[in-house]
T-cell receptor
Framework: SAVISQKPSRDICQRGTSLTIQCQVD?????MFWYRQQPGQSLTLIAT?????????ESGFVIDKFPISRPNLTFSTLTVSNMSPEDSSIYLC???????????FGPGTRLTVL | AQTVTQSQPEMSVQEAETVTLSCTYD???????LFWYKQPPSRQMILVIR??????QNATENRFSVNFQKAAKSFSLKISDSQLGDAAMYFC??????????????FGQGTRLTINP
C-alpha cells in the first residue's frame, strides 16, 4: 500500500494567478496520476507522470495549463496556471504500480478561484 | 475508448437495509479490473471492492458484494445491513489489465448514497 499526502489541502486564489500542488508518497512508485474533480462531478484524469519522462496528458488537458514535474519516485507537482473560476475543483494525486491491485489516492486539494 | 456509466445519481436506504448501486461499462478488452470506490465528505477516495474480469466468482468484502455480469458488462454493488457511515459518493471504475502503463482509472459519474436512520 501507499500513503499519500498533498499540499495545500485547500486554497482560494485570484483569477490569472498560478498554484502549485505537491504530492508526496511514502514509498517509491513508478506511476503517479493527477485527477480533477469538478464540483459535483466525477474524477477525470489530467495526466500520468512517470519519473524520468515527460508527463502524458489526456485529451482536453495541455502542458501549458497544467505543467507537471516528477523529480523522483516519491514526489510530483501539478501547477494550475493562469487560473480562471472554471478551474475551481478538487485535484487528486494517486499512485499505482503494475503489481498493485488498486490505486491509492491522496486527500485532494480543494481549489477555489475567484 | 472505455466508458463507465452509473445511471443512479442518488440513492437512499434505511439503516440496516440492503441497497444495490448499478454500473455498466463498455470495453473491447477481455481482461480488466473493475472497482467500487467510496468518497465521503472528507474527499478521501477509499477502495470498497475490486473484481478481476477473469474471475467468475463475485467479489465480497464483509457487507459489500458485487454482481459481476461480464457478458452484460454490468457491475453492481450491494451493500447489506447499511450503516450511517456508508453515506458517501460511490464511484464505479474500470482499469485495463496487463498493458504496461495502462493503470489509469476510468470513472463513472457517481451515485450519492444517503442512509436514513
Amino acid at each position: 500500500s501507499a500513503v499519500i499526502s498533498q499540499k495545500p489541502s485547500r486554497d482560494i486564489c485570484q483569477r490569472g494567478t498560478s498554484l502549485t500542488i505537491q504530492c508526496q508518497v511514502d514509498s517509491q512508485v513508478t506511476m503517479m496520476f493527477w485527477y480533477r474533480q469538478q464540483p459535483g462531478q466525477s474524477l477525470t484524469l489530467i495526466a500520468t507522470a512517470n519519473q524520468g519522462s515527460e508527463a502524458t496528458y489526456e485529451s482536453g488537458f495541455v502542458i501549458d495549463k497544467f505543467p507537471i514535474s516528477r523529480p523522483n519516485l516519491t514526489f510530483s507537482t501539478l501547477t494550475v496556471s493562469n487560473m480562471s473560476p472554471e478551474d475551481s475543483s478538487i485535484y487528486l494525486c494517486s499512485v499505482g504500480e503494475d503489481s498493485y491491485n488498486e490505486q491509492f489516492f491522496g486527500p485532494g486539494t480543494r481549489l477555489t478561484v475567484l | 475508448a472505455q466508458t463507465v456509466t452509473q445511471s443512479q445519481p442518488e440513492m437512499s436506504v434505511q439503516e440496516a437495509e440492503t441497497v444495490t448501486l448499478s454500473c455498466t461499462y463498455d470495453t473491447s478488452e477481455s481482461d480488466y479490473y473493475l472497482f467500487w470506490y467510496k468518497q465521503p465528505p472528507s474527499r478521501q477516495m477509499i477502495l470498497v471492492i475490486r473484481q478481476e474480469a477473469y474471475k467468475q466468482q463475485n467479489a465480497t468484502e464483509n457487507r459489500f458484494s458485487v454482481n459481476f455480469q461480464k457478458a452484460a458488462k454490468s457491475f453492481s454493488l450491494k451493500i447489506s445491513d447499511s450503516q450511517l457511515g456508508d453515506a458517501a459518493m460511490y464511484f464505479c471504475a474500470y482499469r485495463a489489465w496487463g498493458i504496461q502503463g495502462a493503470q489509469k482509472l476510468v470513472f463513472g459519474q457517481g451515485t450519492r448514497l444517503t442512509i436514513n436512520p
